[in-house]
């Protein structure tokens, strides 16, 4: 009997990743996912979300046994309790790790070796907008800096390219539809 070796590059199936392409080459539906949370409010701007199931791959998953929770709040500050990050940082987080997963990724698949990767990120914003003071500045950011050092013999430009991939980027610079939908209790 043979053994099989897996080809691993980054963390990163490689075998895998090339037959999951392949496979959504050959039925595009299978590439349609859809994420879903479920948010409670606690008190104040103390909220608590929680995510378990999705749909993807033309079903819904059922791989997934716990249920993740992340809590948002806002410091003393912003009048908060300081329960767990502000809704913007856990933004600043998904960022910096789908910009930083995105590159790793896409490097496994073209065999660029990632040896280490760090990032900082930081967002600015203007409480004028949120607060209703000032109707020319942004409710949100109105800017992102993410550094990222990366450990590899690829070029800045190559990993740059392959860190645009990342879906929360497209997602943030990019305007995404939102609905919102209150329904009275």
Known sequence: MEATTVNIKNGVNVDQLVETIG????????????FRAKNNWIEGGHCVSSVKGFYGAGQEDSTRQETFTMACSHPQV??????????????????S??????MVYHAAANGIDIDGAESNIKGTADLHGFLGLDPEVRKGFNGIHFKLKVKSDATVEQLENLAKFSPVFDMI??????TIEIVKE
């Open 173 to 178: 610079t990019n305007p995404t539809p939102v």
């Open 23 to 34: 496979h959504i080459q050959d039925q595009p539906e299978l590439a349609k996912f859809e």
């Open 78 to 95: 912003l009048l908060g309790a300081d329960e767990g990050a502000t809704p913007p940082e856990v933004v600043l987080h998904a960022l």
């Open 97 to 102: 790790s789908c910009l930083t997963g995105a």
